[in-house]
């Protein structure tokens, strides 16, 4: 009977021990297992932020460039609509005959052929000064008679 007490006693204290065991590992497989996903929350914190910047930076550089196209749009759209009321005034002048009337270029040249072709030879001299000034020749007062080259290209003065 002693002997059955003292393995009794041992079997309660070999059961208490094994499920101490068990306890312990499944205690130190989580804490592992907690830990290895927190450094790849971490690792993947780090990457998320690093994105974050990378796309901040990136949303910035576009918005800067929208900035610069919705700057450059506008500058061509104002540069249109004075081509257009450069063409325009271009296309009065050409319809208009040489004592008020209404008539298209071609009767204007049945009917002043001298006026058409000084007027066409002139044209094309400015033409060829301005596309000489602005390739980097010396202009002249009598250049800007006529056209203005020299800001750009914006020719802005009818033919006089």
Known sequence: MFFGRIIAKFKVYLI?????AAFAGVAYWYYTDTQKALRAYAENQGKLETALTSQKAVTDSLQRDIRVMNET????????????ARVNELENLLET??????????????????????????????????FEILSGAEGNENDQKYINCLNGGSATNVMQ
């Open 16 to 20: 208490m021990a094994l499920a101490f």
């Open 73 to 84: 749009l506008n500058t061509l759209n104002s540069d249109f609509e004075a081509s257009r």
């Open 97 to 130: 005959g040489t004592d008020g009337r209404e008539m298209k270029i071609d009767e204007r040249a049945v009917e002043d052929p001298v006026y058409i072709e000084k007027e066409i030879n002139t044209g094309t001299i400015e033409l060829f000064n301005c």
